[in-house]
């Protein structure tokens, strides 16, 4: 009888669990991401229905936007200003920046309020929250295939020949996503507490536009500027997709590793830091 008992016992230690408090600082698990893929799959294709849905023109927007910029910056700056391009012409030397450029924005602008948005889905049941601006970025990779097949029938227009470098793109498009993810997580986490990141963000936006070699080569900035200049991790990017799609202006090696390096600098710091701010999440919103 004594036997049975402690039996019993030991069967109901067993069944005991443990809850302890979540660590500001959790780590992370990949295979939990993996796990929640549908999830993931799920979000974006909701998220472009309800983007698209009762609009005009929907998904020709993403085709539109940087067309129209880039008649825009021909006339103003090409035209205007008379800056030279080399053998390149100018629309296209525009509109293959703008390509990368305007998905960096897109994702920068909706992870503002990513979290914010799906506040019904983080205050009621349990998803790693990560996959909310992954799905945000997944959103941009859509808008960014569009206007990239746009750009190819322009470059075919215009009698541009590829070379070898396109076998790069995916490279430097990989490089697009990791920039706009890293600065999303921040801007994600940032605005569940300081609700005014939504008003800062455009403005930013439109200062770091003319920060980049969109509209003008990089041959602008002076030499002894150029170290500093490719701080800004969308210097690489835009010369990098550009050199791949084009063929020509090979871009500086320490400007890539310089952006490279502000790229992983970034994304780490900023998956660090959203995983640090989630556990109020539900709370704060």
């Given at each position: ?16 669990t443990?809850?302890?408090p979540?660590s ?18 799920l ?6 229905k ?18 129209l ?7 103003v ?63 941009g ?20 020949t590829l ?66 200049y ?43 830091f ?12």
């Amino acid at each position: 009888m004594q036997r049975n008992k402690n039996a019993d016992d030991r069967a109901q230690s067993q069944m005991i669990t443990h809850i302890r408090p979540a660590s500001r600082l959790m780590p992370i698990h990949l295979g939990e991401l993996w796990e929640y893929g549908d999830l993931l799959l799920l979000l974006i294709w909701r998220d472009l229905k309800v983007r698209y849905k009762q609009t005009i023109i929907g998904a020709v927007w993403a085709i539109l936007q940087p067309l129209l910029m880039m008649g825009v910056l021909s006339v103003v700056i090409g035209w205007f200003s008379g800056i030279k391009t080399g053998d390149i012409p100018y629309p296209i030397f525009t509109y293959s920046a703008l390509v990368p450029w305007n998905f960096f924005t897109n994702v920068l602008v909706q992870s503002n309020y990513t979290i914010l948005n799906n506040s019904g889905l983080v205050t009621r049941v349990y998803f790693p929250r990560l996959i909310l601006p992954m799905a945000t970025a997944g959103i941009g990779l859509v808008d960014l295939a569009i206007a990239l097949i746009i750009l190819f029938l322009l470059i075919g227009l215009y009698g541009i020949t590829l070379t070898w470098t396109v076998l790069l793109l995916p490279l430097f498009i990989l490089m697009a996503l990791l920039t706009a993810l890293g600065f999303g997580l921040w801007l994600a986490a940032l605005n569940v507490e300081f609700r005014d990141f939504g008003q800062i963000v455009p403005f930013m936006m439109q200062v770091w536009f003319f920060a980049t070699p969109i509209a003008y080569p990089i041959t602008l900035v002076p030499e002894a500027l150029r170290g500093v200049y490719s701080l800004n991790p969308m210097v690489g990017v835009v010369e990098g997709m550009r050199w791949a799609l084009l063929g020509k202006g090979a871009p500086s090696i320490d400007q890539m590793l310089i952006s490279a390096l502000i790229v992983i600098l970034v994304l780490v710091g900023g998956v660090i830091f959203f995983r640090y701010k989630e556990v109020r999440f539900a709370d704060v919103i």
